[in-house]
C-alpha cells in the first residue's frame, strides 16, 4: 500500500507526478489561495506524510489530527509555522530546502536596497502619474550604493552571497552575528561589529537572520534610534524580527531614511498596513525567492525530501 500524502498547494505538474510515482497523493487544488483550517485538519486524518508551505500553521492541533504522520516537508527555508519539539518528541521528521534558493533571495536582497536607495518605486509612480514636468537639481535624489557602508545581519549562506554583490558596488561590509566568523572575514574582505555599531555605522542595513522568539522585534525603536538619519533598513528575513510601529514612526519621523519590505508580521499585509501609505517605503509580497528556476527546486527538494522519509531513506535536508 502506498504511504498517503497530502500537498496544501497546486504544484507544478512535474513535482506532483514524482510524489504520485511512490505515494497516495491529495492536494489542495488552488494556486493562490492557502487551504482553509478545517479542509486540512480533516485532510491530515490518515496521512503519513505533509507537504506544507509557511501559510500553514503546523501546530498542535494539526499534529493531534494526524496520529499516522511520519513527515512534515516545509517548502521553505525557515520553519517557525511547525511547532519543532512536539513533531521531534513524537518521532515525525521536519524537513526545509536550504541552499537552493541562496543566490535569488541574495539577488532580491540587493535589488531591494537598490529599488529602495533610489527611489525606483516613486520615481516610477511620480512619471505614471504625470508629475514628471522638467528636470530639477534635487528631483527624486536618493542615497548613493557604491562605496557606502553595507551592514549584514547573519552571516549564513544568503549573507555570504549577499557580500558578493556587494562587493561588486566597493561596499565597505559590516557584519553581526550570533557567533563571530574569523576565517570569513579573511576569506570574504569583511568585518565584524557588534549590533549596536553596525547600526551605528551602516548606511544600509541588511536582515537575513532565521526568526525564532529570540529575535522577536530585534531592530525596536532603541535599534532604529542608533541608525544614521541617511540610512536605509532592507528586510528579507521574516516581519516579526522589526518592530513595524517603531519602524513606521522612525520613517514618518526621519530618524531613518528608507524601508524595503519583503515580508511583514502578518502576511498577506493589509493594503492599510502604515507601512504601505509612506513614499520611502518599498514594498514587496514576501517574493524573495521568486525566480521560476528557484521554486521548482524548491518544490523538487521537498518532494525528493517526503519521499525519502516515506521510503525508509534519510533526508537530504532535515530540520530535527
Known amino acids: 500500500m502506498k504511504p498517503k500524502v497530502y500537498i496544501t498547494r497546486k ?5 506532483v507526478r514524482k510524489i504520485e510515482a511512490i505515494c497516495e497523493v491529495r492536494m ?14 480533516d485532510e491530515v486524518k490518515d496521512i503519513d506524510g505533509l507537504f506544507c508551505l509557511l501559510t500553514e500553521s503546523v501546530d498542535e492541533s494539526l499534529l493531534n489530527a494526524a ?4 513527515v512534515i516537508s516545509n517548502m521553505a527555508v525557515g520553519f517557525n509555522n511547525i511547532d519543532i519539539n512536539l513533531a521531534t518528541e513524537r518521532e515525525m521528521i521536519v524537513t526545509n530546502t536550504p541552499g537552493v534558493l541562496t543566490e535569488t533571495t541574495a539577488d532580491l536582497t540587493f535589488a ?6 533610489r527611489r525606483v518605486v516613486e520615481a516610477s509612480a511620480y512619471l505614471r502619474e504625470d508629475k514628471w514636468k522638467t528636470w530639477s537639481p534635487m528631483q527624486l535624489t536618493g542615497q548613493d550604493i557604491y ?20 562587493k561588486g558596488f566597493d561596499m565597505n561590509i559590516l557584519y553581526s552575528n550570533r557567533t563571530r566568523k574569523p576565517e570569513k572575514e579573511r576569506e570574504l574582505g569583511i568585518q ?12 544600509f542595513v541588511c536582515i537575513l537572520i532565521p526568526y525564532s ?16 538619519e541617511t540610512s536605509v533598513l532592507i528586510n528579507t528575513a521574516r516581519g516579526g524580527i522589526v518592530d513595524e510601529s517603531a519602524l513606521y514612526d522612525s520613517l514618518k519621523e526621519g530618524s531613518i531614511w528608507a524601508a524595503g519590505l519583503d515580508v511583514f ?27 521560476k528556476q528557484t521554486r521548482l527546486k524548491m518544490a523538487d527538494l521537498a518532494a525528493g525530501n517526503l519521499i525519502r522519509i516515506l521510503t525508509g531513506k534519510d533526508a537530504i535536508t532535515k530540520v530535527n
Open 213 to 228: 522568539p529570540q529575535v522577536h522585534h530585534l531592530i525596536g525603536q532603541r535599534e532604529l534610534g542608533l541608525m544614521k
Open 112 to 117: 531591494l536596497l537598490m529599488a529602495t536607495a
Open 192 to 203: 565584524y561589529r557588534e549590533l549596536d555599531c553596525l547600526l551605528q555605522e551602516s548606511d
Open 265 to 291: 508580521e502578518e502576511e498577506p499585509v493589509s493594503t492599510n498596513h502604515p507601512l504601505l501609505t509612506l513614499q520611502n517605503v518599498v514594498a514587496l509580497p514576501h517574493i524573495g525567492s521568486a525566480s
Open 11 to 15: 504544484l507544478p505538474e512535474i513535482i
Open 28 to 41: 489542495w487544488p488552488e494556486e493562490d489561495i492557502p487551504v482553509p483550517r478545517d479542509i486540512l485538519l
Open 67 to 70: 496520529p499516522n504522520l511520519k
Open 147 to 166: 562605496g557606502a557602508t553595507l551592514g549584514i545581519i547573519g552571516l549564513g549562506r544568503i549573507g555570504e552571497a549577499l557580500v558578493k554583490r556587494a
